[in-house]
């Protein structure tokens, strides 16, 4: 019978779509299982047959576990706000909405092609103002919270003012911005202003001068995954540190728990590392330095007991003491150094960790202890971010601090016995410090570390100290395409709209780029303030500061959206609130969630931070959102090259490039002939204008490429697109194909020549059922053989579901397809099961059998086969026979035979009495179902 792919899947798409076939349900008796696919972005380019790899493996299971009987929710929809389709909208002047309209309309008809069993009726799109009104929601809610730290948890700022109005900021203990004083009775007097401006110091969102990557060329700010090498990774502008007026979400109230719930989390551990690193705790003290000029440096320590090896103090360039420490015959060269370091982003000052450079403030620093001077220098090895900005130099004991001191001729003290000063010490609690300070002697490094404190506590210098490397999230992008922030602005205080107001849709604009007077792009719409009497939006011209305010001009960046979708898939019509309680409590947090390891910190650390304060606020009923993460590997592309002679327009074949000076350019491996290494030269031609009149040197008549594999990208020309592979093989071949080339976690290369070999495993398949072109399925009982394949297949497929080894089980379809075909099996009692099994991994053609074996319903809701051990055992046993621990022979045996059995009939057998020669037997040893072995 001929498998019409493209008949088939069209029929069981229209059919899924018709039926809403996999339509989940909020209430149900069923057991709910959450399958998640991180959101993808809708770019211009559509899909790859890289980007599947993951939906595969979550479809395959959201399958498997509507075969068990779960209530599956499996949806998906867009993260469609983004930089990418502002850019295009600057270049083009097409409005962002309409072009991520048109990209997400080809992701859908991709999505559905290869036959993913969405729940599309929960779609959802994070530009769509009907979605990003709850996402202005959580912010305002986050914006009226604080966070006590004697309930551990974010209130409602209620609850700080009824603290303020009775006792002030006594017995409070808040993460705050700076620590205020002031009594009840001076809240109780202070203006609307004043009050407002206090309370922005413990808000959880809160607008406050910060250090952010600012991109000159693209107008606003990025965050650290959108930089690469110092530039933009967008367009690859030019990236400085610059210190501006930013909306934050104070993360830094959760690091603690964000650090301890990764304990109960099935994650991969390179995952857990990464979110462990960025939140980064440390435990030490902060010690003050009192200097030359007056002012005091603070600065945090891991190992206080090193604190007689410090030879100089070291702050950020961006540290706010700096102009204050800085002597005027200094100022220039600090002045100088300030801006060369402002041209740097964080990371590459992280990673520069040979390259010391600094500028010394001409200022002193006192040592707490002995009185000894310090000179203060700034470098950019000391971020901002970390501790207090500022770091006591011990060269002996640290690797920067030694090349600092080397550069700059600087002391090199150490506190351990151990007598150099040429290369710096680590040391552990094994090594004891020196005699240079007396009440440490002999002490190991943990007794020595509380003994610093306690002397610091005792002159009050410093005092012991949790840090934590992360820091408060930059909120604001100084962008056209995100969501507007629902504040506006009134005696340049902010105030949030009223829940009413929402949403706070995006005006329209005459350009996407920021103001002539460098406002952000918002600050171009002419119908953008807020009448606080009309309680509606109005043009900024009416701005009159009395009942007319201006809005926020910045927008939310790329992950608010993205922070808190998995909730909303969860009830995504309702308009009156973000999800009902129901829903929540019903769903709760995501069983399964697939995607990619690049999300480790930025995605996944926002999610589980809005997650606790949802559960903090009483919205929601679980702290962590996603219960088992797995990272999918990447599919790679098989890329192609051509060899230019330099300075012609000649290209010389692989084989013949000795001799040749040659650029080695990459090409389009659409351009290659039956997907080998063989240029079609006269497509090349037509492909650039630039090679239209190339010319070539051949290899016995043929150009020749060199292939290599790389990660698979639009710009290396090495992408197959899954439409090309969905017309001539099908989406069940490509489905089983991406499975098989090995296990999901790893990174695999993609080779379109070996889908013939799936797709000949799907035609034998379907045709088990066909005598012919007829459907020729009996009832006739299994044979047991027969029984003992399907078996075989049911224990392996439920293993390797339940272990996410889909690859394996691709190998084991095949070798029951074969072995059913040898034994020309037509029992509906092996066939229906079997496409029960097959179904999750290629479920159009499954669909189109099950319908032709009578069943009404859709596969999916089918049953999954259980296993019987039983078709399992052997009947029979073939015994290797020895004689004195040397096998002479085989012997197969009825697998039921007693110890006596097996006994009378190898001795039976003649080529036992030909091994003995008619001796009698020293010792028999027999292992039922392994050996057996005969003594002489």
């Excluded at 100089?312 to 200094?330: G, R, W, Y």
């Excluded at 000179?375 to 600092?404: C, K, N, Q, W």
């Excluded at 034994?823 to 159009?844: D, G, K, N, W």
Aim: glycine share 6%; with cysteine.
């Amino acid at each position: 019978m001929f498998y019409d792919h493209l008949k088939i899947e069209r029929k069981w798409q229209k059919f899924w779509e018709e039926k809403q076939t996999f339509k989940s349900e909020n209430t149900s008796t069923k057991e709910k299982y959450y399958v998640l696919d991180m959101f993808p972005y809708p770019s211009g380019a559509g899909l790859h047959v890289g980007h599947p790899l993951g939906y595969i493996a979550s479809d395959i299971i959201a399958r498997y576990k509507r075969h068990q009987g779960f209530n599956v929710l499996h949806p998906i929809g867009y993260d469609s706000f983004g930089l990418p389709a502002e850019q295009y909208a600057i270049q083009t002047g097409k409005h962002p909405a309409k072009t991520t309209a048109e990209n997400i309309q080809r992701y859908e008809q991709q999505l559905k092609r290869i036959g993913f069993s969405f729940d599309w009726s929960r779609e959802i799109k994070t530009s769509d103002p009907s979605y990003y009104k709850w996402t202005q929601w959580i912010f305002i809610e986050l914006f009226n919270s604080w966070y006590n730290l004697d309930t551990d948890k974010a209130e409602h700022i209620t609850t700080l003012v009824a603290h303020f109005d009775k006792y002030g900021t006594e017995a409070l203990r808040a993460h705050q911005s700076e620590v205020l004083e002031f009594g009840a009775q001076e809240w109780r007097d202070a203006s609307e202003k004043d009050r407002q401006d206090i309370l922005l110091n413990y808000r959880l969102a809160y607008r406050a001068e910060t250090f952010v990557n600012w991109c000159p060329e693209l107008g606003t700010v990025l965050a650290n995954d959108e930089i690469k090498d110092g530039k933009s990774e967008r367009g690859g502008y030019p990236v400085v540190q610059k210190k501006m007026m930013q909306w934050s979400m104070r993360i830094t109230a959760y690091s603690e728990r964000l650090l301890e719930g990764l304990n109960n989390l099935d994650w991969p551990q390179p995952l857990k590392d990464a979110q462990e690193y960025w939140i980064g705790k440390s435990i030490g003290a902060t010690v003050h330095f009192d200097t030359e000029c007056e002012e005091s440096i603070s600065v945090f320590t891991t190992r206080p007991d090193t604190i007689f090896g410090a030879t100089f103090l070291v702050i950020a360039p961006e540290h706010p003491l700096v102009d204050h420490l800085t002597l005027p015959a200094n100022a220039q060269d600090v002045q100088q150094y300030k801006e060369l370091t402002s041209q740097k982003t964080e990371r590459d000052r992280m990673s520069d960790v040979k390259n010391v450079t600094g500028a010394f403030t001409g200022t002193y620093a006192i040592h707490p202890f002995n009185g000894t001077r310090l000179p203060v220098y700034i470098s950019d090895y000391v971020l901002m971010g970390y501790g207090t900005g500022a770091v006591m130099a011990v060269p002996a004991h640290d690797e920067r601090d030694h090349r600092f001191a080397k550069k700059f001729n600087l002391p090199i003290t150490n506190v351990i016995a151990t007598d150099t000063d040429t290369q710096f010490e680590a040391y552990d609690s094994k090594d004891s410090v020196c005699e240079n300070s007396d009440f440490l002697n002999g002490l190991t490094f943990q007794e020595a570390k509380n003994a610093v404190i306690d002397k610091l506590s005792e002159k009050n210098k410093g005092e012991a100290r949790v840090n934590f490397r992360q820091r408060d999230a930059v909120f604001s992008r100084q962008r056209y395409w995100g969501e507007p922030v629902p504040v506006y602005y009134k005696d340049d205080i902010p105030y949030t709209l009223p829940i009413s107001a929402l949403p706070l849709e995006l005006p329209e604009v005459d350009k996407y780029l920021p103001t002539p007077d460098g406002d952000p792009p918002l600050g171009n719409a002419e119908l953008f303030a807020w009448n606080e009497n009309l309680q509606e939006i109005v043009p900024i011209k009416e701005v009159d500061g009395i009942n007319v305010f201006p809005l926020e001009l910045s927008t939310m960046p790329g992950w608010a959206g993205s922070s808190w979708y998995f909730l909303r898939y969860m009830d995504p019509s309702n308009d009156t609130e973000a999800f009902s309680k129901t829903a929540v409590e019903y769903w709760r947090s995501v069983d399964l969630y697939i995607g990619g390891s690049e999300h480790a910190t930025g995605h996944l650390l926002y999610a589980r931070f809005w997650n606790l304060f949802l559960n903090d606020r009483g919205y929601i009923n679980f702290t962590e959102p996603f219960k088992k993460v797995i990272n999918q590997g990447m599919i790679l592309g098989m890329s192609a090259f051509v060899f230019r002679i330099e300075g012609t327009n000649t290209f010389v074949s692989k084989g013949l490039t000795e001799g040749y000076s040659t650029q080695r350019l990459h090409v389009d491996v659409s351009l290659l002939k039956g997907g080998g290494d063989e240029l079609d030269t006269e497509a090349f031609k037509k492909w650039r204008p630039e090679f239209q009149n190339a010319e070539f040197i051949l290899e016995e008549g043929r150009y020749i490429t060199e292939r290599e594999v790389e990660k698979m990208s639009k710009s290396k020309f090495n992408v197959v697109s899954p439409d090309e592979i969905c017309d001539q093989y099908g989406a069940d071949c490509l489905r089983m194909y991406e499975m098989f080339l090995g296990p999901l976690e790893q990174s695999k290369p993609w080779n379109t020549q070996g889908l013939s070999g799936v797709y000949g495993f799907l035609k034998k398949f379907y045709n088990l059922f066909f005598t012919g072109d007829e459907f020729a399925v009996s009832d006739q009982p299994a044979q047991k053989q027969e029984l003992k394949v399907l078996h075989t297949l049911i224990k392996k497929i439920n293993w390797d579901l339940e272990n996410f080894s889909f690859n394996t089980s691709i190998s084991q379809f095949m070798i029951a397809v074969n072995e059913l075909s040898k034994m020309q099996c037509t029992s509906r009692e092996i066939l229906e099961p079997f496409v029960v099994l097959l179904s999750p991994y290629a479920p159009h053609v499954c669909e189109e059998l099950w319908a032709l074996l009578g069943k009404d319903e859709s596969v999916d809701y089918a049953p999954f086969p259980l296993l019987n051990e039983s078709y399992l055992e052997e009947d029979d046993f073939e015994y290797p026979v020895s004689f004195n621990g040397k096998m002479r022979f085989k012997l197969k045996l009825p697998a039921s035979f007693t110890m006596e059995e097996i006994q009378d009939a190898v001795f039976q057998d003649d080529r036992t009495q030909a091994q003995t020669g008619g001796k009698s037997a020293k010792k028999v040893i027999i292992v039922p179902k392994k050996i057996i072995n005969i003594v002489i």
